[in-house]
């Protein structure tokens, strides 16, 4: 006669693995969606480079060029901009299989939570990026330009520096661009109201320059750039909030509600 503690236990090991497994599965399935994306982009990624770089190279002084300082820079840099945009591409694919993975442990009302969820997330940050090639990047590299102009010195960057630099600056405002998301989410839950975010309001503007001071280029233009838009986003946000999900104050009893009721 088999023991019922003994079969549970195996019951519970069976179930762990069939998880694990699953969840190779889904990390395989994102991981060659990206590869397919990549593989169909490749034979474009000096094109790919050319582009994330024309920022950079509209500003540079009259015959002004890149620099490689490593031997194989000029091969593997613009391969690494190319997986970067198929990763980009492929991301929507990448966070169904997540939402996938996780959807049979969510309740009914997270569940229609996640789609919109994911999809403004995702509109947002391409919205940041979008921002930081099409305004940031023209004009730090015009101020900069313009301060090396009286010393005399010659505007040059090795092209490994500067992905560096631009993925920086990339994730620095596709982060800022997710701040209403964050902001309603932290209302949803319960961990702040809209008269909390309001009373903070001051902390924030300042958290928003610190930022900006160590994310960009030491002038205060560069600084302007990211700390403005940081703060009209977290007052979208409030408002969001305010219209989405109320003050905030009964969200944790709602969602507790919702949850039993599931």
């Given at each position: 006669m088999?023991?019922?503690?003994q ?33 169909g982009?490749?034979?474009?990624a ?7 770089a024309?920022p ?8 002004g ?38 959807a ?62 631009v ?12 701040v ?18 309001k ?6 503007i ?15 233009f560069?600084q ?8 009209v ?17 009964k969200?944790?009893?709602d ?8």
């Amino acid at each position: 006669m088999s023991d019922p503690q003994q079969t549970q236990d195996e019951g519970t090991e069976e179930t762990f693995i069939s998880h694990l497994v699953e969840l190779r599965d889904r990390i395989i399935r994102a991981g060659i969606s990206v590869i397919v994306v990549f593989l169909g982009l490749v034979y474009w990624a000096p094109d790919i480079f050319r582009l994330l770089a024309r920022p950079l190279m509209q500003n540079l002084p009259r015959d002004g060029k890149m620099i490689v300082t490593d031997v194989t820079g000029s091969f593997f840099v613009p391969m690494k901009v190319t997986m970067l945009v198929a990763f980009v591409i492929a991301l929507p694919f990448v966070l169904y299989q997540i939402w996938a993975f996780v959807a049979p442990g969510l309740y009914q009302h997270e569940k229609k939570l996640v789609a919109p969820l994911v999809g403004s997330s995702y509109t947002l940050f391409l919205c940041g990026m979008a921002f930081a090639y099409f305004v940031v990047f023209p004009t730090i590299f015009r101020v900069m330009a313009h301060y090396n102009a009286p010393l005399g010195a010659e505007m040059t960057t090795d092209i490994d520096n500067y992905l560096s630099f631009v993925l920086t600056m990339f994730i620095a405002f596709g982060v800022t661009f997710e701040v209403p998301i964050i902001v309603v989410l932290l209302v949803r839950m319960g961990v702040l109201t809209v008269k909390k975010l309001k009373e903070i309001r001051p902390y924030v503007i300042v958290g928003a320059f610190i930022v900006a001071a160590v994310v960009t280029p030491p002038d205060v233009f560069s600084q302007l750039i990211l700390a403005v838009p940081l703060i009209v986003l977290y007052e979208a946000g409030i408002i969001a909030a305010r219209l989405f999900v109320g003050t905030g104050e009964k969200s944790a009893t709602d969602e507790s509600e919702a949850a039993s009721e599931s």
